[in-house]
């Protein structure tokens, strides 16, 4: 098991940045592909971006893609997660998870672990 702690969101103004950081311990982290996640009111949980074991491929909601930028420091067992371009409709909850996998994923159910989530919150 992995426990996961999120860290940097809060209130950005529209085409403003954040970077959140997800900080695990546990499990040893180089062995897992990790993702993040987000939950606006009153919608599903989505995928926004995942990243493989080594960090050499990502994948991104096509709503993200070009904005946002997945990374990971395996030394340091920390999950990134850079926003630029902050848009209102990226107003949600973003959760970190590990995944039970080496590779990119996407489905919810492929992640084993979750975050508390961190709340992003951007003001047009």
């Known amino acids: 098991q992995v426990q996961l702690v999120e860290s940097g969101g809060g209130l950005v103004q529209a085409g403003g940045s954040l970077r959140l950081s997800c900080a695990a311990s546990g499990r040893t982290f180089s062995s897992y592909a990790m993702g993040w996640f987000r939950q606006a009111p009153g919608k599903e949980r989505e995928s926004v971006a995942s990243i493989s074991w080594s960090g050499g491929s990502t994948y991104y909601a096509d709503s993200v893609k070009g904005r946002f930028t997945i990374s990971r420091d395996n030394a340091k067992k920390t999950l990134y997660l850079q926003m630029n371009s902050l848009k209102p409709e990226d107003t949600a909850v973003y959760y970190c998870?590990?995944?039970?996998?080496?590779?990119?994923?996407?489905?919810?159910?492929?992640?084993?672990?979750w975050g508390q989530g961190t709340q992003v919150t951007v003001s047009s």
């Open positions: 998870a590990a995944s039970k996998y080496f590779s990119v994923r996407t489905a919810e159910t492929d992640f084993g672990s």
